[in-house]
């Protein structure tokens, strides 16, 4: 059955890592989704964070392909639901006077904060999950979104509850 | 403190691995390279074509067991080695290809022969390194070197900018591995190993499919321990001929698309398959939903992304076929003893009477010259004891079910990718590797032409393989398929009158011989033999002669069509 499936890769930080490995997916016929690459606190090393649209006897496959490359150090596979995943999003949308306060008002709802006022349009940032994000996507949408950002998704384990 | 140059750190490194031949053209780039092996006593073979060095350097390897190692300069160089490169990857070969690469300043800019050589040999490497500091050399070339030669072997390529190579660095740097991600696993889990023995004990119809995978790690000694103390018997994958000695009673050959009709019909009924360093290709399975429908597999590999991939392993063990196979046979041993399983007695006996009833065979009905003939004759006049390079295609598939292999490195072949125009450059390679042992290239008359030019390398060098073209003016295997399933359109595949074999032979400085009659085949064979150069025979064969048995692609093994009566 095809599912989103999160992969998140700790790999060497060295010159064409990341294009072995977003290579490794195209020529195995997967498309990524959402890609976010970043140092981890050891600053030889960096986590890749993939969201793959695929089955999941392809994903171990490609999983175990991942592992054969000499710069990937470790794999994990995320499981929905032990992870927080964030994504953040920056909304330059379309305001005049009549439509501020409302636009702020759903921003403040969705705890987003604005960060460049001009006189028609406002930028917003927001950071949350996918859903969210969609969510206030469609309320700013009937303002008229001129432009939008979205990072990759990056996500985390939850913490032992024992 | 002395300075040396990073080519002279190059060279050094070489040495240090135990590098003793190089197959190369030098360039622009590479001219650094070139100068210090001007002063090394390693020995360089100046190819005619740089996919000549990358097959030379991969047939060495293949036969000698040790890295191979091919030098181009950048561009045009680099990527005259890919065919090369992607063969070796295909069959798990380990070679070094080091290519030169313009200077880090104009990297990225379309400089003169600037080819982006890591990025395009990404999948078809097992790991690239463009060095950016000459510092970064002797670190570089060791892990090229232990990536290349452990775990599944394979290609490692090194890209060196021409300002890297001039560069003057301290010659003492200390080089060490830091290779965090790549650990392989040898030994089998032996929790595994015990569950496999228990259903080998339990299964009433077993059998072994043995891979390339006994080559690389050398382990056919181990094989033929656990084949004999279990009375089980063996089949192998092209890449496997000769791990299990063919003369065996117990041997059934080949199995697949021109296996043997026993080893095909084995693997239908068998219930269990003892799968070690293999990968079910889809030249074996055919069509893989039938393929072995009764069978429960035991997958035995280095590779974990092979378990799995292509067939469901019912027990997947990860490790090298050496010590697994040592493994399987102790534990083997203590449960079932001597004695081994009574089930499995009556089995093989099924299975010999099968294999007595179906054998290999050809028609010699008609008058031409029948190229599996010839290859019997080249079987005994050698005494099967010829190290056999092949081209790809019917002169491929004729020499693997004729000519029977009984040690490992001796039958050297392009099973993944099917590179037309690799066996004469490997049979080059195999030669140096092997200096003292016959070394014979079976040859078809289309693929022979797409690395002729390597007589000029083979005559000066004095690499004096012998090359047996099986001559039928076609591309046979493309033309056998047009036959079969096309209708017979030979679009395209009749080459007759391409060439004067014996005078272009004899342009290069080797020799050549025609032959045309059964009778001038033997007499052929051994002048060919015993002449001390390069050997050109060309054996006019029947033309439209078919490789049989065959499976159509995308059928079941058992679905055979062998040849009329």
Redesign the interface.
Request: aromatic share 4%; no cysteine; charged share 30%.
């Given at each position: 059955m095809s599912a989103n499936h999160i992969i998140s890769v700790l790999?060497?930080n060295k010159?064409?890592v990341l294009?072995?490995i977003s290579?490794?997916f195209s020529?195995r016929g997967f498309n990524i989704e959402s890609l976010a690459v970043g140092p981890t606190d050891d600053e030889k090393i960096s986590r890749i964070t993939l969201v793959v649209d695929a089955e999941t006897h392809s994903i171990?496959?490609v999983v175990?392909?991942l592992?054969?490359?000499?710069?990937?150090?470790k794999i994990q596979e995320l499981e929905p639901a032990n992870i927080v995943e964030r994504e953040l999003v920056l909304i330059k949308v379309s305001t005049d006077n009549n439509t501020r306060a409302e636009i702020l008002e759903i921003a403040a709802i969705f705890r987003a904060s604005v960060v460049d006022v001009a006189k028609k349009s406002l930028v917003i940032e927001m950071t949350g999950t996918s859903r969210k994000i969609r969510g206030f996507e469609e309320l700013l949408r009937p303002y008229g979104i001129l432009e939008l950002v979205r990072t990759g998704k990056v996500a985390i384990n939850r913490g032992s509850k024992k | 403190m002395g300075k040396i140059t990073g080519a002279q750190m190059l060279i050094k490194c070489l040495k240090k691995e135990g590098v003793d031949i190089i197959f190369g053209f030098p360039g622009g780039v590479v001219i650094p390279i070139y100068d210090a092996l001007y002063d090394s006593d390693i020995r360089h073979i100046l190819v005619r074509h740089e996919q000549g060095a990358a097959h030379a350097a991969d047939g060495y390897a293949r036969v000698t067991g040790k890295t191979g190692v091919c030098l181009a300069t950048s561009g045009p160089g680099a990527t005259n080695l890919i065919t090369g490169i992607a063969n070796a990857y295909m069959d798990s070969v380990p070679v070094v290809a080091i290519t030169g690469q313009v200077s880090t300043s104009v990297i990225g800019t379309d400089a003169f022969q600037e080819a982006d050589i890591t990025g395009i040999t990404a999948p078809i490497t097992k790991h690239n390194y463009l060095i950016k500091d000459a510092r970064d050399i002797p670190e570089t070339v060791k892990e090229a070197f232990y990536i290349a030669s452990t775990g599944r072997p394979g290609p490692v390529l090194i890209d060196v900018p021409v300002d890297v190579s001039k560069a003057l660095i301290d010659e003492n740097i200390k080089a060490g591995l830091n290779l965090e991600g790549y650990k392989p696993t040898y030994k089998g889990n032996l929790r595994q190993v015990l569950s496999a023995v228990k259903r080998i004990m339990e299964s009433k119809k077993p059998v072994i499919f043995a891979g390339g995978g006994i080559v690389s790690s050398n382990a056919s000694a181990e094989l033929f321990e656990f084949a004999k103390l279990t009375g089980i018997a063996v089949i192998t994958t092209l890449m496997g001929k000769g791990v299990f000695p063919e003369t065996e009673e117990s041997s059934l050959g080949m199995a697949g698309m021109h296996g043997t009709k026993y080893a095909n019909l084995t693997f239908t009924e068998t219930d269990l398959i003892i799968a070690v360093g293999v990968r079910f290709d889809d030249r074996v399975t055919g069509k893989l939903s039938e393929f072995a429908r009764n069978a429960d597999i035991i997958h035995i590999d280095i590779d974990p992304a092979e378990i799995g991939k292509n067939v469901k392993a019912d027990i997947p063990i990860v490790g090298d076929a050496k010590s697994v196979l040592a493994d399987l046979s102790e534990k083997y041993r203590q449960l079932a003893g001597v004695s081994g399983v009574e089930a499995h007695k009556k089995w093989l006996e099924k299975v010999l009477k099968c294999k007595k009833e179906n054998p290999l065979r050809y028609s010699s009905s008609s008058e031409g010259l029948k190229p599996q003939y010839i290859i019997e004759k080249i079987y005994d006049i050698t005494k099967g004891d010829a190290v056999i390079v092949t081209e790809v295609g019917q002169n491929q598939m004729w020499s693997a079910q004729y000519y029977k292999s009984t040690k490992p490195r001796t039958f050297i072949s392009s099973g993944g990718l099917g590179t037309m125009g690799f066996g004469f450059p490997a049979a080059m390679g195999a030669k140096i590797g092997h200096p003292d042992r016959t070394v014979i290239d079976i040859a078809g008359d289309g693929s022979i032409q797409m690395n002729v030019q390597e007589l000029a390398t083979a005559v000066i060098n004095k690499i004096p393989v012998k090359v047996m073209i099986l001559n039928n003016g076609y591309l046979g295997m493309v033309r056998q398929w047009q036959e079969f399933f096309w209708n017979k359109r030979y679009s395209h595949t009749c080459i007759k009158g391409s060439v004067d074999f014996v005078k272009l032979a004899e342009a290069y400085g080797a020799v050549g011989l025609k032959v045309t009659e059964e009778s001038e085949v033997e007499p052929a064979i051994k002048k060919a033999l015993a002449t001390d150069n390069v050997v050109l025979v060309d054996f006019s064969i029947e033309r439209e002669e078919n490789v049989y048995p065959m499976v159509p692609a995308g059928h079941p093994i058992d679905e055979m069509l062998d040849c009329e009566e």
């Open positions: 790999v060497e010159a064409g294009a072995k290579g490794l020529r171990e496959q175990k392909q592992y054969k490359l000499i710069n990937v150090l | -």
